[in-house]
């Protein structure tokens, strides 16, 4: 079984950063796509990023587009998500995700009932 632990989340003001780290054991790098989702209170779980694990390339969701970067470190065997100017309505859980069948570059097919392997979440707080 692949296990993905998420660490950094935490309570920031609007305008601010984080950083948010997701370990992984096993091979996911190079067997798995990989990215990023988040539960707000009372919504449904989104896709905010994904990043491949054959080429390195990325993809967003536009509320997050130019604010957030996706990043891998393969001898860490690590992913983050860069969160550049937050707002509020950033505050989630941001849970980090691998899909053995999907590609990053079908976006569209990244919900929740494509991922393979989920960690349990960090919370990010975003204050005004």
């Known amino acids: 079984q692949v296990q993905l632990v998420e660490s950094g989340g935490g309570l920031v003001q609007a305008g601010g950063s984080l950083r948010l780290s997701c370990a992984a054991s096993?091979?996911?790098?190079?067997?798995?796509?990989m990215g990023w989702f988040r539960q707000a209170p009372g919504k449904e779980r989104e896709t905010v990023s994904c990043?491949?694990?054959?080429?390195?390339?990325?993809q967003y969701a536009d509320s997050v587009k130019g604010h957030f970067t996706i990043l891998t470190d393969n001898a860490k065997n690590t992913m983050y998500l860069q969160m550049n100017s937050l707002k509020p309505d950033d505050t989630a859980v941001y849970y980090c995700?691998?899909?053995?069948?999907?590609?990053?570059?079908?976006?569209?097919?990244?919900?929740?009932?494509?991922?393979?392997?989920w960690g349990k979440g960090t919370l990010v707080t975003v204050s005004s």
């Open positions: 096993g091979r996911t790098f190079s067997s798995y796509a």
């Open positions: 990043i491949s694990a054959s080429d390195g390339s990325t």
């Open positions: 995700a691998a899909a053995r069948f999907l590609l990053c570059s079908g976006f569209e097919f990244w919900t929740y009932s494509g991922m393979d392997y």
